[in-house]
């Protein structure tokens, strides 16, 4: 990944109340906190989630508690995720332009009209 963002926001709100820059840093710490726990083979959703509430408790992002990495586990990432919505966001995301539904899908196959 070239550079990226974690972006943070309450559960159901757009408003964004936090960012922290992307390190590699935060990926393999969650690969190693999970693997000493005894998730041997964790899905990259969970290791990205992980990952993303690492660097937000360690910004002090509002809202963002993961705690003690030695008893990590996917509960206790499910539960954190609960309190928080976390976007990986790449530089190739922020430079594209807002696509309108219309470009999006020229053939209106949305349903609405239906």
């Known amino acids: 990944m070239k550079n990226g963002k974690f972006v943070y926001s309450k559960p159901g709100s757009d408003e964004v109340i936090g960012e922290v820059v992307y390190a590699n840093g935060f990926t393999m710490l969650a690969r190693v906190a999970l693997s000493s726990n005894g998730v041997k083979y964790p899905d990259s959703a969970t290791v990205a989630c992980l990952a993303g509430l690492i660097a937000g408790e360690e910004a002090g992002i509002e809202g963002v508690e ?28 922020d430079e594209d332009e807002e696509v309108s539904e219309a470009d999006a899908n020229p053939t209106d196959t949305s349903g609405e009209n239906c």
């Open 66 to 93: 993961i705690g003690n990495l030695h008893k990590v586990d996917e509960m206790k990432i499910a539960r954190a995720m609960c309190n928080i919505d976390i976007d990986l966001v790449t530089e190739d995301e």
